[in-house]
C-alpha cells in the first residue's frame, strides 16, 4: 500500500488523516492517530452553559453550545426586560484560544436591524472561575455568521459572551450557536508528499511531565522539530532521529509541533493535559 501525495487546501478546518510508517520499504497504517492541522476544534461544543436569564425554558443557553445552527427554535434567548444579557461557557478545565464564532438568529425588520439581526454591541469575556473578568474581544454586529479573531490566543476557565446594544428594547438578540477554537495563524501550510515529508506522534493528548513520541521516516532523521505554545514562544528544539521518544512538556496546555525539511514544513498540535 503506497500513500499518494495528498494536497492540502490553505485552510483547513479540521482534518484527521491516518498516517502510515514506513518499514521495510513498506508502509503500514499507524491506528489510533490524529494529525489536526489548523487546530480546528469547537472547544464549547457541549460544554456546561448558564445565563443571566432565559426567554423561557425552551430557549436555554445549552441550545448555544450544542453544535445545532441552523434550527431557528434551537437558540438562546434572554427575558425582555434583561437590559445587557451574557451566557457564560465553563469548559470544566483551562483550555486555549484565539476565536470565536457566533451564529445570531435573523428577526423581522420592525425587532431589529434592516437586516433582521438585532445585535449592534458586543463583548467576550474569560475568566479562570472566579468572576475576574476580562474582555478578549469587543464588536458591533454579530450578523448571521461572525468570525471574531482575538488579538492573542487566551488561557481560560470560562467565556462569556455579553450582548451589550441593540436597537429595540426588548428584543435582546438570539444566539443560535457560541462556538470557541483555537486556530492556527500560519496558514501557508503546503502540499505534503507523504512519503518524502511526514511525521507522526503520540500519544495526543498527554500528560503534563510524560514522554511523548514523533516519529518519521528514516531520511529525515536530522530534520529539526520544534515545539511551541499558541503564542509562539519555542519551549522545545531537536533534531529527528528515526524514532525519539522521551521528549517532555510539564506544563498543560495546547502546544504546535512543526517539522522543517528543505524548505517545506509540516504542522500538527499536541494537547498536554
Same mark, same amino acid.
Given at each position: 500500500?503506497?500513500?499518494?501525495?495528498?494536497?492540502?487546501?490553505?485552510?483547513? %478546518?479540521?482534518?484527521?488523516?491516518?498516517?502510515?510508517?514506513?518499514?521495510?520499504? %513498506?508502509?503500514?497504517?499507524?491506528?489510533?492517530?490524529? $494529525?489536526?492541522?489548523?487546530? *480546528?476544534e469547537?472547544l464549547?461544543?457541549?460544554?456546561?452553559?448558564?445565563?443571566?436569564?432565559? *426567554?423561557?425554558?425552551?430557549?436555554?443557553? %445549552?441550545?448555544?453550545?450544542? =453544535?445545532?445552527?441552523?434550527?431557528?427554535?434551537?437558540?438562546?434567548?434572554?427575558?425582555?426586560?434583561?437590559? !445587557?444579557?451574557?451566557?457564560?461557557?465553563?469548559?470544566?478545565?483551562?483550555?486555549?484560544?484565539?476565536?470565536?464564532?457566533?451564529?445570531e438568529?435573523?428577526?423581522?425588520?420592525?425587532? =431589529?436591524?434592516?437586516?433582521?439581526?438585532?445585535?449592534?454591541?458586543?463583548?467576550?469575556?474569560?475568566?479562570?472561575?472566579?468572576?475576574?473578568?476580562i474582555?478578549?474581544?469587543?464588536?458591533?454586529?454579530?450578523?448571521? !455568521?461572525?468570525?471574531?479573531?482575538?488579538?492573542?490566543?487566551?488561557?481560560?476557565?470560562?467565556?462569556?459572551?455579553?450582548?451589550?446594544? *441593540?436597537?429595540v428594547?426588548?428584543?435582546?438578540?438570539?444566539?443560535l450557536?457560541?462556538?470557541?477554537?483555537? $486556530?492556527?495563524?500560519?496558514?501557508?501550510?503546503?502540499?505534503?508528499?507523504?512519503?518524502?515529508?511526514?511525521?507522526?506522534? *503520540?500519544?495526543?493528548?498527554?500528560?503534563?511531565?510524560?514522554?511523548?513520541?514523533?516519529?518519521?521516516?528514516?531520511?529525515f532523521?536530522?530534520?529539526?522539530?520544534? $515545539?511551541?505554545?499558541?503564542?509562539?514562544?519555542?519551549?522545545? %528544539?531537536?533534531?529527528?532521529?528515526?524514532?525519539?521518544?522521551?521528549?517532555?512538556?510539564?506544563?498543560?496546555g495546547?502546544?504546535?509541533?512543526k517539522?522543517?525539511?528543505?524548505?517545506? !514544513?509540516?504542522?500538527?498540535?499536541?494537547?498536554?493535559?
Amino acid at each position: 500500500m503506497n500513500p499518494t501525495e495528498t494536497g492540502l487546501p490553505d485552510y483547513v %478546518e479540521n482534518l484527521s488523516i491516518l498516517a502510515f510508517l514506513k518499514k521495510n520499504s %513498506e508502509y503500514i497504517a499507524a491506528s489510533a492517530l490524529q $494529525v489536526v492541522y489548523g487546530g *480546528y476544534e469547537n472547544l464549547a461544543l457541549g460544554k456546561t452553559a448558564t445565563a443571566s436569564s432565559m *426567554y423561557s425554558s425552551n430557549y436555554g443557553p %445549552e441550545k448555544a453550545v450544542d =453544535g445545532i445552527n441552523s434550527v431557528t427554535t434551537n437558540r438562546w434567548a434572554s427575558s425582555t426586560n434583561d437590559a !445587557k444579557p451574557y451566557m457564560i461557557v465553563d469548559f470544566g478545565e483551562a483550555v486555549t484560544f484565539n476565536k470565536a464564532i457566533i451564529y445570531e438568529y435573523k428577526g423581522s425588520v420592525s425587532t =431589529g436591524l434592516a437586516d433582521g439581526y438585532r445585535s449592534t454591541g458586543f463583548t467576550i469575556w474569560y475568566d479562570q472561575g472566579d468572576d475576574n473578568w476580562i474582555a478578549a474581544y469587543t464588536g458591533a454586529q454579530i450578523g448571521a !455568521k461572525g468570525e471574531f479573531m482575538f488579538s492573542k490566543p487566551e488561557t481560560a476557565k470560562r467565556v462569556k459572551l455579553e450582548l451589550t446594544d *441593540y436597537p429595540v428594547t426588548g428584543y435582546q438578540p438570539s444566539i443560535l450557536e457560541f462556538e470557541i477554537y483555537l $486556530v492556527s495563524t500560519d496558514l501557508n501550510i503546503p502540499v505534503i508528499n507523504m512519503e518524502k515529508n511526514f511525521f507522526i506522534l *503520540y500519544p495526543n493528548p498527554v500528560k503534563a511531565g510524560q514522554p511523548f513520541t514523533v516519529e518519521t521516516d528514516d531520511k529525515f532523521s536530522d530534520a529539526p522539530v520544534s $515545539v511551541y505554545t499558541v503564542g509562539g514562544v519555542k519551549v522545545l %528544539e531537536w533534531k529527528m532521529n528515526d524514532i525519539f521518544a522521551g521528549q517532555v512538556i510539564k506544563q498543560k496546555g495546547v502546544y504546535i509541533i512543526k517539522v522543517a525539511e528543505n524548505g517545506k !514544513k509540516q504542522i500538527g498540535r499536541i494537547v498536554v493535559n
